[in-house]
Antibody, heavy 119, light 110 residues
Framework: EMQLVESGGGLVQPGGSLRLSCAAS????????MTWVRQAPGKGLEWVSS????????YYADSVKGRFTISRDNTKNTLYLQMNSLRAEDTAVYYC????????????WGQGTLVTVSS | QSALTQPASVSGSPGQSITISCTGT?????????VSWFQQHPGKAPKLMIY???NRPSGVSNRFSASKSGNTASLTISGLQAEDEADYYC??????????FGGGTKLTVL
């Protein structure tokens, strides 16, 4: 059974850092792109970043470019999002999503992890 | 990249059909056949319902269909059921190799 499990969320002060992880199982993750999408409390979905199956190609939303870094370790079937210089507006549930085809479509999502940026 | 435009809410009675629109620009919806639709129930993760404008993933009911004309994509749900009550989001690939979502539409089944 396919599964994506996010972890690493929590409370962090403005300007701080956090690293999210997304553990994949039930499929060969290296054969697919992966994506992070976030959802602020009571708000809509916002695409954050995507990475190719091999990890060489990365894509970022302007709102996080230069602050967030997406990466993956295919030997561990794990996706990461390193988040630096966090702001209050980064507060959201962060979902990872298996991404198929090209351009990607997001065909399977994890349950999300909550990141709260507050002093 | 501005969010795609969706109506905030739509409603319909059981058995009826409803359509949700998603309007973008020539740089996203109008420029590519890469529009997706997602269903999200409260407190749950989004679920892919449609990809590449009109393709249904395996397991998604054929009551869900979608199309595109110019800069506007549309999702139609026929034979409305109580379980269809949820938030629906469209998304599109863009000309600058990013993805953009719509603001979301709350579907109420009366």
């Amino acid at each position: 059974e396919m599964q994506l499990v996010e972890s690493g969320g929590g409370l962090v002060q403005p300007g701080g850092s956090l690293r999210l992880s997304c553990a994949a199982s039930g499929f060969t993750s290296s054969g697919y792109g992966m994506t992070w999408v976030r959802q602020a409390p009571g708000k809509g979905l916002e695409w954050v970043s995507s990475i190719s199956g091999g990890g060489r190609a990365t894509y970022y939303a302007d709102s996080v470019k230069g602050r967030f870094t997406i990466s993956r370790d295919n030997t561990k079937n794990t996706l990461y999002l390193q988040m630096n210089s966090l702001r209050a507006e980064d507060t959201a549930v962060y979902y990872c999503a298996k991404s198929s085809g090209w351009p990607f479509y997001f065909d399977y999502w994890g349950q999300g992890t909550l990141v709260t940026v507050s002093s | 990249q501005s969010a795609l435009t969706q109506p905030a809410s739509v409603s319909g009675s059981p058995g009826q059909s409803i359509t949700i629109s998603c309007t973008g620009t020539n740089s996203d919806v109008g420029g590519y056949n890469y529009v997706s639709w997602f269903q999200q129930h409260p407190g749950k993760a989004p679920k892919l319902m449609i990809y590449d404008v009109s393709n249904r993933p395996s397991g998604v009911s054929n009551r869900f269909s979608a199309s595109k004309s110019g800069n506007t994509a549309s999702l139609t749900i026929s034979g409305l059921q109580a379980e269809d009550e949820a938030d629906y989001y469209c998304s599109s690939y863009t000309s600058i190799s990013t993805w953009v979502f719509g603001g979301g539409t709350k579907l109420t089944v009366l």
